[in-house]
């Protein structure tokens, strides 16, 4: 499926913003720390994941009220500025927008997003609208995409990924594969047609029966990768792919949220690194 969908959403924007001061005190030395964004009763968080092998002592975050995940120390701050949060707003008018990567680097929250080239008039509008305000948002990139795939290997690079297949019955009589649009637009998914082979375009999917499990993982704080489904003749085929560290965490939520779900079965969860070339 990958192959399929790697460059259908055929543009990339990278833009980058500052860590807001005073900033969660990263190890000296680490380059890349992976984050993810969630919004809890109208405020905007950044959460970062910062590896606990980099040798700092978890005493060092307690400042923070972090959680503990394994190897992996989760932060989260608060956004305080209202122009970050408008870019989201606009971010999430944009029908086939989704998240490419979320990560730090020398002091810089990095952000870019993939979208089909049908929406690029509306991606110039968010460009007008960063380069509008007074925060130091710069935007470093906008063109042709490299491609999901190769999206996923920087991803990887950052921080050990993995794999999990399920499938669940279909009664919505749809016959298409979509990309969920996460933190971009929780209730939707970009639509790339049948067999991933048609129109791109973005559909509604907040009555699908999925939609609770989702928007727990994103209450939780367990950022998801990638989540994509085929659905087809009664049957919904369905893909996750998020960081190694939070198998367990996301295997507890997909458990108490899904038993409902009719037909609902797990087919294997795997590294990202073994299953790639068979997703």
Same mark, same amino acid.
């Given at each position: 499926?990958?192959?399929?969908?790697?460059?259908?959403?055929?543009?990339?924007?990278?833009?980058?913003?500052?860590?807001?001061?005073?900033?969660?005190?990263f190890p000296e030395g680490r380059s890349q720390v992976p984050m993810d964004l969630h919004v809890h009763e109208g405020s905007m968080y950044f959460d970062f994941f910062v590896d606990r092998k980099m040798g700092t002592d978890y005493d060092f975050y307690k400042y923070y009220n972090p959680i503990i995940?394994?190897?992996?120390?989760?932060?989260?701050?608060?956004?305080?500025?209202?122009?970050?949060?408008?870019?989201?707003?606009?971010?999430?008018?944009?029908?086939? &927008?989704?998240?490419?990567?979320?990560?730090?680097?020398?002091?810089?929250?990095?952000?870019?997003?993939?979208?089909?080239?049908s929406d690029l008039q509306k991606v110039e509008g968010l460009v007008k609208?960063?380069?509008?305000?007074?925060?130091?948002v710069r935007i470093s990139y906008l063109g042709k995409s490299a491609g999901l795939i190769s999206?996923?290997?920087?991803?990887?690079?950052?921080?050990?990924?993995?794999?999990?297949? &399920?499938?669940?019955?279909?009664?919505?009589?749809?016959?298409?594969?979509? +990309?969920?649009?996460?933190?971009? +637009?929780?209730?939707?998914?970009?639509?790339?047609?049948?067999?991933?082979?048609? +129109?791109?375009?973005?559909?509604?999917?907040?009555?699908?029966?999925i939609m609770p499990f989702l928007m727990t993982l994103i209450r939780d704080q367990i950022p998801i990768v990638g989540y994509f489904?085929?659905?087809?003749?009664?049957?919904?085929d369905s893909t996750a792919i998020f960081p190694s560290f939070l198998v367990k965490p996301f295997l507890v939520r997909y458990f108490e949220k899904t038993g409902a779900l009719k037909g609902i079965r797990l087919q294997y969860v795997e590294s990202y690194e073994d299953v790639k070339d068979s997703i």
């Open positions: 499926m990958l192959d399929i969908l790697d460059r259908k959403l055929d543009m990339s924007l990278y833009f980058s913003s500052p860590i807001q001061d005073p900033g969660p005190p995940y394994g190897g992996y120390v989760l932060i989260a701050q608060r956004i305080e500025w209202p122009e970050l949060d408008k870019i989201r707003r606009t971010i999430s008018s944009i029908p086939t &927008f989704v998240l490419g990567g979320l990560y730090t680097q020398e002091n810089r929250v990095m952000t870019d997003f993939r979208f089909h080239n609208v960063i380069a509008s305000i007074n925060a130091d999206k996923l290997g920087e991803m990887e690079g950052r921080a050990r990924m993995s794999v999990a297949r &399920f499938s669940y019955g279909n009664d919505s009589g749809m016959d298409d594969v979509i +990309e969920w649009k996460g933190i971009a +637009e929780p209730y939707a998914a970009v639509s790339y047609g049948r067999d991933g082979k048609g +129109e791109v375009k973005r559909v509604d999917i907040s009555s699908t029966p489904e085929h659905r087809r003749n009664g049957a919904v």
